[in-house]
């Protein structure tokens, strides 16, 4: 299996700008997270899905941020307009819910908002 | 609320020495699970052990094993004949049984030095 796979790896943009995070999870998986990770907050979950449906988004800082999973192969986490106290690393995991089963992360993106 | 608390920022220790690692939490609920997971240089989170807090029998990989005292809302990890692979931060997360959000303690920062 090839694992949770996001893209892009490292993202730069400037302030203002639309920036769209994408997550593939493992085939089978009907549980997607979206972490966000900063030195002062650490790891924080923003939201998750299950069944492709959102269940908790209690996490998302702002109206700025929205995510959606339109079907169960594929997520999207979007921030517009992205600011520079976006930056950080945003994660996206899988799991099978309602198991014990872990969350398997993916390598992440590291966005940095100049 | 759930909290995860790891109080030791840093560590450091010799290739082959033996390393414990803390980490506590505060729950009212019984049934539940604890994770330690491993964020190498890389920055890809890799789980390595868990345990399922109706078990007595601490949970062990091979180099790793758990020390879980459930009365004492402990679980701490300990890593035997250290390797320099074993350099990265260290989380320790929990989640309620039947949820799915994990709750991340703040990490330890644990460097092996050859």
């Known amino acids: 299996d090839a694992g949770v796979i996001q893209s892009p790896r490292h993202e730069v943009t400037e302030m203002g700008q639309e920036v769209t995070l994408r997550c593939k999870p493992i085939?089978?998986?009907?549980?997607l997270f979206w972490y966000r990770q900063t030195m002062m907050r650490g790891l924080e979950l923003l939201i998750y899905f299950n069944n492709n449906v959102p269940i908790d988004d209690s996490g998302m800082p702002e109206d700025r941020f929205s995510a959606k999973m339109p079907n169960a192969s594929f997520s999207t986490l979007k921030i517009q307009p992205s600011e520079p106290r976006d930056s950080a690393v945003y994660f996206c995991?899988?799991?099978?819910?309602?198991?014990?089963?872990?969350?398997?992360f993916g390598p992440g993106t590291r966005l940095t908002v100049t | 609320a759930q909290t995860v608390t790891q109080s030791q920022p840093e560590m450091s220790v010799q290739e082959a020495e033996t390393v414990t690692l803390s980490c506590t939490y505060d729950t009212s609920e019984n049934n539940y699970y604890l994770f330690w997971y491993k964020q190498p240089p890389s920055r890809q989170m890799i789980l390595v052990i868990r345990?399922?807090?109706?078990?007595?029998q601490n949970a062990t990989e091979n180099r790793f094993s758990v020390n879980f005292q459930k009365a004492a809302k402990s679980f701490s990890l300990k890593i035997s004949d250290s390797q320099l692979g074993d350099t990265a931060m260290y989380f320790c997360?929990?989640?309620?049984?039947?949820?799915?959000?994990?709750?991340f303690g703040q990490g330890t920062r644990l460097t092996i030095n050859p």
């Open positions: 995991a899988s799991s099978l819910a309602r198991t014990i089963y872990e969350q398997y």
């Open positions: 997360a929990f989640r309620i049984q039947g949820a799915q959000k994990l709750v």
């Open positions: 085939s089978g998986h009907n549980s």
């Open positions: 345990q399922e807090a109706y078990k007595q």
